[in-house]
């Protein structure tokens, strides 16, 4: 994630279209013999977790190689040389999704760094908190960062501590360390796979068996990362633990006192792929669960259930199963739009919406529509797609959301507007419904949505997950935001 940690304004966003995007995808692996074809696999699984960049760091037993590159997966491995480059049965990688306009080569991680116990790798999916103290005062003690991602500074919080392994040195960095994280790191001698204390970014272990009877450690952010290279789920790396893989086996450490775990609702709600199963639930079915219970919260009599497609579609077919209006797919998505035809100025910003969806008349005419998306950011999306269904010829358009109103920005490692771009957070619910030009609009509430979750609504004395940008309820503290509204104290030079 980018150093600068403040919510982008939507000036410098070469790639908005109106939704929050998640910012990584990690994936490790340890002793495969095709260790780089299948990371650049597992890498493709979760190419909707960042889109800008990717990079691969592997370890052949006696040196490291790496490749980064901007662009898809597809782009950078689908050559044969770079997979042949990658030598070792051991590899770490990253897809990355970059929040302000200076994606450069240097940010793109893995971070790889020569340290006295070796060379170090790392791959980090989440965002610190306290990123601008720390490198303040690293670069007070004379540490000279590469990047402008806040990813380096686990690199020199290793580098400087006094600690003689390099387990013993990642500890105390994270325990310096203020954010939302997953990591994975790749020495010399070991793959090493970590979640922050809260457990808000997702990470799990998976294991390859081969046919001679080896077996090789698959980390990795979802788990649809572990079905297309044909590895078996273990579990959730769980939060706040340290796994640590080598050649005498996988141990885990946890070094932080046990907290109640904080996940990010959000990852159900759209982020992650509706094929991954996150922490013991199918994305899948816990996106329809919340379709039925907002179908139970605000119904309206309709013909039609249309999903805003993709991450409305399982929400919608909850909706209609509860509600008994048929679905149908009012509108068609265009999977072929390169993400550079999307304009980043307030001004051209929705014509995005036209190359990307466009109506299907034949569903649409005279009917009564219930329109089903995930989220309402800024409203640009919402107000072109409403005003596209009208003119296909719907009688009413009637938008229902399968989250509650994101009314805060994200600090964990999602890319959310400034709370100043947020729609839901300067206008009522009528209001929004009149600027998208909706007949009517609602949201799932927030108990609403834990229950879709089984649980029995949100318990304010345990919660169960981050929720942050729905309630402004940050579960962990944001030392380097000025009144954690969006605005940051203060930035270090961002240089290309
Ligand atoms: S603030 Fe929202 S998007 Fe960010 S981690 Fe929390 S629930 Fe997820």
Known sequence: MDFSIHPHDGSTCPHDDDKMHEECGVVGLWNHPDAAAVTALGLHALQHRGQESTGMVTHDGTRFHSHRGMGLVGDNYGDERVIRSLAGSRAVGHNRYATTGDTVLRNVQPLYADFEFGGLAVAHNGNLTNAVALRRALVRRGCLFQSTTDSEVFIHLIAISLYSTVVDRLIDALKQVIGAYALIALTENALIGVRDPLGVRPLILGQVKHADGA?????????????????????????????????AGLRSIKPFPRTASRFCVFEYIYFARPDSV?????VYDARKRIGVQLARESHVDADVIVPVPDSGVPSAMGYSVESGIPFELGIIRNHYVGRTFIEPTDSIRHLGVKLKHSANRATLAGKRVILVDDSIVRGTTSRKIVE???????????????SPPTTHSCFYGIDTPERG????????????????GADSLAFISRDGLYRALGHDGRNPDRPQYCDACFTGE?????????????RQLSLLTETT
């Open 215 to 247: 077996h090789s450690w698959v980390l990795t952010s979802e788990t649809c990362a572990l079905d297309i290279i044909g590895a078996d789920f273990v579990r959730d790396v769980e939060p706040g633990e340290i796994i640590v893989i080598d050649d």
């Open 278 to 282: 996150m922490e013991g639930m199918p």
């Open 388 to 402: 596209m269904v009208r003119a296909a010829g719907a009688a009413e358009v009637h938008m229902r959301i399968s």
């Open 421 to 436: 771009k947020l729609l839901a957070a300067n206008h009522s619910i009528e209001q929004m419904a009149a600027l998208i």
């Open 474 to 486: 940050y579960p962990i503290p944001l030392p380097d935001m000025a009144d954690g509204d969006g």
